[in-house]
């Protein structure tokens, strides 16, 4: 799709200038990884993953303003499509088959609206940054949601039925992975509490949310299940009940010497990564930053007794331990996730909004408190929004279909600048009216941010260079 030229002369925001070049070298970072698949020895372990090191080949980066302030990165994933309309971009003088029977309300900031229904929310637009013109042309859940997580369209475009596969682009957090690493034991990349799928789809699982090209020792590790249950423990990081410490350590001799007869049938590092995953199984600090027993009730309830809201606040202990980057889908709630092409008002009053505003706002508050929110970039954001007409009227079970025309999403921390709106809908949110954004621009200045430069390229499995985002960062964001 051809973006239209980036407008100027919006009067919250002006474009910076970009200077000082510099070259942004290629440096080696210590491998993290997860042992699996031992359950013959006597204890249970998910398969193997590993993000190692050395980082291809880059290429210079103009250093422009907000540019690698951010450490860490949570990613916010509403898998299935909030409705721009009911959400941040109301539109109360749209005809009643479009605006629907949400109201919206004013917030800290003058002149910003939300949703009646983002309370919270509501009192902290001042810290968050609103884009109201993100738009693709991809109404397709598997292909968009490839183009959210990676700033590159999928493979298969247009697509429900094109599965995960090698040829994908790496999710941000695999090339973030790739690029930096991470200290200590703990992984680089972090997915909760599932990888999205959608049962109405072909293809199932969403493609672009592992290492894709990159290769599996660079996929996340998948903590699931629901982090409110009491009985809840992360498995990779479990052993069966009756083996301690002691004994993974004999287990670990075994399991090299098996290892040395079949060592011709593995990988050349394969051993080396298991030798690794004992580390992690072992590690304090990673048992200690899953470990949500030792958040005060107190904030357990302020970040909400749900399965979202304790996902949330796991991935902001995550990031305190140092993981750069954090993934939080949606999860599956049975019921279409944010997909609501029925009973759209009545999910998204009962069911939807509540724990996403809940959990949002406790983490802008508690981030800031912490002193973190300025290290931390925050990105919430579905992979399209809903068609602006409703389909059966504004009756309980009318809904919205899918929309990728134009649609809304927020990023905040990480030197984004609060309190602003950044692009402009039409009078029924059905298209961009001004400073379009794209998919892989919102990538772009997630990675900004981060200290990733757009033209950054980093080799494949085959030795070919590939850009890690055809996006530009919205540099007007920072400030």
């Known amino acids: ?72 990165c949570i990613f916010l994933f509403m898998w299935g499509g909030p409705s721009q309309l009911d959400t941040f971009d109301p539109k109360p003088d749209a005809p009643s088959e479009v605006r629907g029977p949400f109201q919206p309300i004013s917030t800290r900031v003058p002149g910003i609206q939300l949703s009646e229904h983002f309370r919270s929310l509501a009192n902290l637009t001042d810290k968050v940054a609103i884009l109201r013109s993100l738009n693709h042309d991809d109404p397709a859940h598997l292909s968009s949601g490839h183009l959210t997580l990676t700033g590159h369209l999928a493979p298969t475009i247009k697509s429900d039925a094109a599965p995960p596969s090698d040829r994908d682009t790496p999710h941000l957090g695999s090339m973030l992975a790739r690029l930096r690493g991470s200290s200590g034991t703990l992984p680089p990349f972090v997915t909760l509490p599932w990888q999205a799928l959608h049962p109405a789809a072909p293809g199932g699982r969403a493609p672009g949310q592992n290492a894709g090209w990159l290769g599996r020792k660079f996929d996340p590790l998948v903590a699931t299940g629901d982090p409110n249950a009491p009985d809840w423990k992360v498995q990779e990081l479990s052993l069966l009940d009756g083996v301690g410490f002691d004994r993974v350590n004999s287990r670990r001799e075994l399991l090299h010497a098996i290892d040395q007869q079949r060592a011709e049938l593995e990988a050349a590092d394969l051993t080396g990564l298991k030798q ?84 949002l706002s406790a983490l802008l508050e508690d981030l800031d408190q912490r002193g973190l929110l300025d290290e931390t970039i925050i990105a919430w954001v579905g992979e399209f929004g809903r068609r602006p007409q409703i389909d059966g009227g504004n009756a309980a079970h009318a809904g919205r279909a899918h929309w990728p025309f134009c649609y809304s999403g927020l990023l905040a921390g990480g030197g984004i600048r609060g ?61």
């Open 1 to 72: 799709m051809t973006k239209p030229p980036r407008q100027s002369g919006s009067r919250d925001f002006t474009e910076r200038g970009c200077a000082d070049l510099r070259r942004v070298q290629a440096i080696s970072r210590r491998r993290v990884l997860q042992a699996g698949g031992l359950g013959a020895l006597g204890f249970s372990l998910p398969e193997l993953w590993a993000a190692q090191a050395s980082a291809g080949p880059v290429s210079s980066t103009m250093k422009s303003a907000g540019f690698g302030r951010a450490k860490s």
């Open 419 to 479: 309190g602003t709106v950044y692009g402009k809908s039409d009078k029924l949110a059905a298209h961009p009216a001004e400073l379009p954004v794209s998919p892989q621009d919102y990538a772009a200045t997630l990675l900004h941010a981060l200290g990733v430069a757009p033209q950054t390229t980093v080799e494949d499995r085959f030795g070919r260079p590939i850009r890690v985002c055809e996006g530009t960062p919205i540099t007007a964001l920072f400030g």
């Open 276 to 359: 690794k995953a004992f580390g992690l199984l072992a590690s304090e600090n990673a048992r200690k930053a899953f470990d949500l027993s030792q958040e005060p009730d107190s904030v357990r309830q302020r970040y909400g007794r749900n399965i979202h809201g304790q996902c949330v606040l796991l991935a902001r202990r995550l990031v305190e331990h140092g993981v750069p980057l954090v993934s939080v889908n949606w999860h599956n709630d049975g019921r279409n996730f944010w997909d609501t092409h029925g009973n759209n008002f009545t999910r998204l009053k009962n069911d939807l909004i509540p724990p996403a505003d809940r959990a």
